[in-house]
């Protein structure tokens, strides 16, 4: 076959559909589609839009309810540690109890003063390092200069000349700090 050949065999079956008939019936069945699709595009949305709206609404829900429940589960667990919060510092002090009855009751049994004033000593000094375990320590005052954030002055000494002006004389009743918080401030005599 020639080039001319298939150009005419082209022409003929070009020719032998109806041209016009078949782009009408194409025009209005894309019409019609299009008409369709734009319902259907208008309606999407909306659906769309609507089913987002309700979803969002079940996580805020979700939402709500799970922070209701931290919110519950935090208070009691506040509540736990304010009931329960010493039981440590407890527990430790208790041997120290001990200590002190078996003391109290060994007491009884010898007349030897000196031996009490042992066993004091000894409980005390257990007792000073179970407060340090538990994070308590003495403030210092001896020759420290007065510090309003540590110390209370319950007393203005005169006359201790320029040296002791602004320390710490005395102390009157010791003070201590919890983990670098001052729990019970030292109560102290000042030089003027």
Known sequence: MTEKDINIEDEETLNEAPVEET???TAEATTEE????????????LEKAQKEIEELKTQILYKAAEFENYRKRTLKE????????????????LPVLDDMERAIANGA????????????????????????????????????????????????????GDDKKGKVIDCLQEG??????????????VGQ
């Open 23 to 25: 782009d009408k019936e």
């Open 34 to 45: 299009a008409a369709q699709t734009e319902e259907v595009e208008e309606l999407d949305p």
């Open 78 to 93: 506040r509540a736990e540690l304010i009931l329960n919060g010493g039981e440590k510092v407890i527990t430790a002090v």
């Open 109 to 160: 049994k010898t007349d030897d003063p000196q031996v009490l004033r042992e066993g004091m000593e000894l409980i005390y000094q257990k007792f000073v390092k179970t407060l340090e375990g538990q994070g308590v320590s003495k403030i210092e005052t001896k020759d420290a200069d007065f510090d309003t954030d540590l110390h209370e002055a319950v007393a203005m000494v005169p006359g201790m």
């Open 176 to 189: 201590y700090k919890l983990n670098d918080k001052v729990i019970r401030h030292a109560k102290v005599a």
